[in-house]
């Protein structure tokens, strides 16, 4: 496994492999390090797929809204790469802020609508610094397939639709949440949770299942909904929900009746940190 | 020479290119077709340097602040081809509307403060729609190299920011604006232009001329070069001044004092039609 550092020598070794007889296709894994099993299934998927798997390790500073977010982001560089090791990852490209920005960026990736609910609602700018770091990593490691995981739903449907808008010559694949066996989304920022805090952390899939099951079982309204999940979170003073939504999967717009694939999705403080998670969501009588 | 109208007979094509053991570089010219001797000049330098040349014939409709003049862009499509075929070109790009937007791109490009000043302040959204654009024809393409007109300097200088900001693997060209021998800037709306109104349009390329004579004989202050370069310009009521700036060309900020290369751009209006055109300016004592 190559770990490089620079963009000069991620184009060596992609070159290299590139030229190669057998060089086959590119899948990518773009991540924010502190890798834990659900970046495992985004990598494994890879690998399964592709016949060069490249991971990126960045944390990338123009996403985040909350500087305190960014300074307290998990740094884990070791065990990031024995991960990746044992995953059988070819290339880690592990580059410093000032060797992706050379010069701070001017051009700014606008997301549209696709931005104006959920998250992108509530961390401004975050979905323009998402789109433009994932439009430079596409651009620098030029790969055939990039795995994303559907926790983050909102950057999937974003990044698709970029993707799609500018006909970046890449396709993109979603892999399934991974949770612990309690329901709780696998996440870099978990780490930063309080044993207290960890146990009330499951409040967010809980209310997101109890949306599901009252969509199952033939609730379309969309208000009752949301209110009936909201009671799944309990009153105490280190939980606040910050959204609840209930979205179409495509265009992430707001949906006050339930009447085709809903994604309910929403964003959860527990203490200091902020935890997401989403479900999709069919309606009642969809299934034969 | 091929023609393609659609992007899935693009790729066919130019992945049969890449496939060939002599694949070499690709050239890439984007135009909107009514091509002139200045698009001669950007195929003739891809012909020379490249060993595929692909030319694109589409008239954005995302980059027109206009409609009135979207409508009547020149479209010379027979003329352009056997242009393009004179040149030897081997792949003519010229999608409908409809095969570039299959749906309406709901991302936006925006360039930032290097479209604040020259024609991005006078034409809303036009360099987000450019951007747009050539992002997703180096997309479609993935030249090796893009070749564009110093003409539209605004343009060249906003490609080059993008292309840096989001790492696209392309190198980029500017070539020398093409001229009348009264010079005219070669620009497809010269068409438009009436008998009468031809005769009055080498004004804007003479108060450039005249800036770029102030400069060169060591006034700095802009407001005096400003001045005395409209003055070039004839009181009549065909002619208006929509601009005349004097920026830096890499950051296409005013300058108030001329101490480094400067761009003076300009744009004119003569009847209803609208030209622009630049000239890089030396100070005084920077050549020995």
Same mark, same amino acid.
């Given at each position: ?5 620079? !963009?000069?020598?991620?184009?060596? =070794?992609? %070159? ?6 057998? #060089? ?18 985004? !990598? #494994? ?7 060069? /798997? ?6 990338? @500073?123009?996403q985040?809204d ?28 592990? @580059?410093?802020?000032?060797?992706? &920005?050379?010069?701070? @960026?001017?051009?700014? !990736? ?9 998250c992108g609602?509530?961390r401004?700018g975050h979905f323009?610094g998402v ?15 990039? &795995?994303?995981? $559907?926790?983050? #739903? +909102? +950057? ?34 978990? +780490?930063?949770?309080? @044993? ?8 967010? &899939? $809980? ?11 033939? %609730? ?5 909904? /949301?209110?009936?999940?909201?009671? *799944?979170?309990?009153?105490? #003073?280190?939980? =606040?929900?910050? &959204? ?6 495509? $265009?992430? *717009?707001? /949906?006050? /009746? ?31």
């Amino acid at each position: 496994m190559t770990v490089s550092g620079t !963009i000069s020598e991620l184009h060596t =070794r992609l %070159t290299a492999t590139r030229a190669r007889k057998t #060089a086959g296709t590119i899948g990518f894994v773009p991540t924010m390090g502190a890798l834990h099993a659900g970046h495992g299934a985004l !990598i #494994a998927r890879a690998r399964a797929e592709c016949d060069h /798997v490249v991971v990126s390790i960045f944390v990338n @500073p123009l996403q985040f809204d909350r500087s305190t977010d960014f300074d307290r982001y998990p740094q884990t560089l070791e065990t990031d790469l024995a991960m990746c090791r044992s995953h059988g990852v070819d290339l880690v490209f592990a @580059p410093a802020s000032a060797e992706m &920005y050379r010069t701070l @960026p001017t051009t700014r !990736i606008d997301v549209g609508r696709l931005g104006n609910h959920l998250c992108g609602r509530h961390r401004s700018g975050h979905f323009d610094g998402v789109g433009l770091v994932v439009l430079k990593l596409f651009n620098l490691v030029q790969p055939h397939v990039a &795995y994303f995981g $559907e926790k983050d #739903a +909102q +950057q999937l449907a974003i990044i698709r639709r970029i993707v799609t808008d500018l006909s970046v010559p890449v396709r993109i694949v979603g892999v399934s949440t991974v949770r612990d066996p309690d329901g709780l989304a696998l996440s870099s920022r978990n +780490q930063h949770l309080s @044993p207290a805090e960890r146990a009330l952390a499951t409040a967010l &899939y $809980e209310a997101l299942e109890a949306a599901r099951r009252a969509i199952g079982e033939g %609730t379309t309204d969309v208000a009752a909904i /949301v209110s009936d999940a909201l009671r *799944q979170v309990p009153q105490v #003073a280190d939980l =606040r929900v910050e &959204y609840l939504e209930v979205v179409d999967p495509v $265009e992430l *717009q707001p /949906v006050d /009746v339930v009447s085709d694939t809903v994604l309910v999705a929403g964003a959860l403080w527990v203490g200091t940190t902020r935890l997401i998670d989403n479900v999709l969501c069919e309606p009642a009588g969809d299934t034969p």
